[in-house]
Nanobody, 126 residues
Framework: QVQLVESGGGLVQAGGSLRLSCAAS????????MGWFRQAPGKEREFVAA????????YYADSVKGRFTISRDNAKNTVYLQMDSLKPEDTAVYYC???????????????????WGQGTQVTVSS
């Protein structure tokens, strides 16, 4: 069982930056692949980024590639999402997720991870 708590959301102007954090409970954090999803008003939840348990591989949605960076610190049981060059269309609730099945990261685009956080709101004004 993994519990996830996101933080770092807020209001930012277009072109600005935010860093989201996701703190995980449990001593097995380093055995989980981690990722971020988002859900905008009136839209389905969509994949944003994922990272392997070791941090050695990452995968991004095309819409955020080159602007967002996912990373993790296994000593702190925390995964991060650095968001730069933010656009109004990045406005959404951002969810942290964990999965212990060691699936290929590209499969995160269409699958539902095992564990979810409660989300943090990111609003980008134009």
């Amino acid at each position: 069982q993994v519990q996830l708590v996101e933080s770092g959301g807020g209001l930012v102007q277009a072109g600005g930056s935010l860093r989201l954090s996701c703190a995980a409970s449990g001593r097995t954090f380093s055995t989980y692949n981690m990722g971020w999803f988002r859900q905008a008003p009136g839209k389905e939840r969509e994949f944003v980024a994922a990272i392997t348990w070791s941090g050695g591989s990452t995968y991004y949605a095309d819409s955020v590639k080159g602007r967002f960076t996912i990373s993790r610190d296994n000593a702190k049981n925390t995964v991060y999402l650095q968001m730069d060059s933010l656009k109004p269309e990045d406005t959404a609730v951002y969810y942290c997720a964990a999965d212990g099945r060691f699936l290929l990261l590209r499969l995160w685009v269409s699958m539902a991870p095992e564990y979810w956080g409660q989300g943090t709101q990111v609003t980008v004004s134009s």
